[in-house]
């Protein structure tokens, strides 16, 4: 007996619920903001948009599906399903808040109306019915996007759509052994950080690195199989150097940091509470994740 097909839909608490919840009224918080010169009109539409694209698109589940939903702050506790299919309602970001925690389900990204589209939210609620037809019969198109992993030398791992960060928390100052899959090392210290980005995030953090490095590679383009890596403000001192600062990993290739200093972590897409504490000792290897995001195009 084939398994249902599961509809779950992921989305974000609205602008205007965030305000509501912090002033407790919808009219406080209008007043707040009304005081500094500020309107709460853009939120009402957000909001409203926003619902509006959810209600459109949950109508479109076709009948025999199950259905499902799930809010961004509660995405590390669901549990998806093999054969779910992952309806995110938003903007770009909450796709790669929602990619970590799938392994191959494909993922429809619909932009919230009043958000404007990008290019993993690049379909209108109205489309879903014509989606959710193909994804039934088979035919439908799917888009690849690359993911980083980082996995420490006990097990444990975690995956971004973006980019992995591996640093200090609180930007104090990172040391590590530094080594490439082509026998390089070196030891430093940076206040900055490690940071390995994807093709999808190459228009972000990794941007904003790689202007200020006329000599860095080409950031990858967004399917793409490469990744690109940056040391962020390393210092030179009598012990720690600044010769390996960027470069690319393929599917053969592996960063890894030895950690020489407390209280260090790796992080995804941002996402700073769900990280891995990295110990004195331990070792980090980063490269491209066996998994990818499965975008329906």
Not at 86 to 98: I, K, P, R, S
Request: charged content about 20%; aromatic content about 6%; hydrophobic content about 40%.
């Amino acid at each position: 007996m084939a398994t249902v097909p599961r509809a779950v839909f992921v989305h974000r608490q609205s602008a205007l619920r965030d305000l509501i919840n912090r002033h407790g009224t919808y009219s406080q918080g209008s007043f707040f903001l009304k005081q500094r010169g500020l309107n709460a009109k853009g939120m009402v539409d957000g909001a409203n948009a926003l619902q509006d694209a959810l209600a459109a698109a949950g109508t479109a589940v076709p009948a025999h599906w199950r259905r499902g939903t799930v809010e961004r702050g509660d995405l590390d506790r669901f549990l998806f399903e093999a054969h779910d299919v992952v309806v995110v309602v938003g903007q770009d970001g909450l796709v790669a808040n929602v990619a970590k925690y799938l392994d191959g389900q494909p993922v429809i990204g619909v932009h919230g109306g009043a958000t404007g589209s990008g290019p993993l939210t690049r379909h209108q609620a109205k489309d879903c019915a014509r989606l959710f037809r193909d994804i039934d019969v088979g035919t439908a198109r799917y888009e690849s996007r690359t993911m980083a992993e980082a996995r420490t030398d006990d097990g444990r791992s975690l995956c971004a759509l973006n980019e992995v960060f591996v640093g200090h928390p609180t930007h104090q100052t990172a040391r590590y052994r530094l080594a490439t899959s082509e026998g390089r090392h070196e030891q430093q210290a940076s206040s900055g950080g490690v940071l390995v980005g994807t093709g999808t995030g190459a228009t972000g953090w990794c941007a904003s690195v790689r202007r200020e490095r006329p000599d860095a590679p080409a950031l990858p383009g967004p399917t793409e199989k490469l990744l690109a890596w940056f040391v962020r403000e390393a210092w030179p001192s009598p012990t720690t150097g600044t010769t390996l600062v960027h470069g690319t990993l393929n599917r053969q290739t592996r960063l890894s940091l030895t950690i020489e200093s407390e209280g260090l972590v790796a992080f995804g897409d941002g996402i700073e509470a769900d990280r891995l504490v990295l110990s004195w000792g331990e070792r980090v290897d980063i490269g491209i994740a066996g998994k990818e995001l499965r975008l329906v195009v």
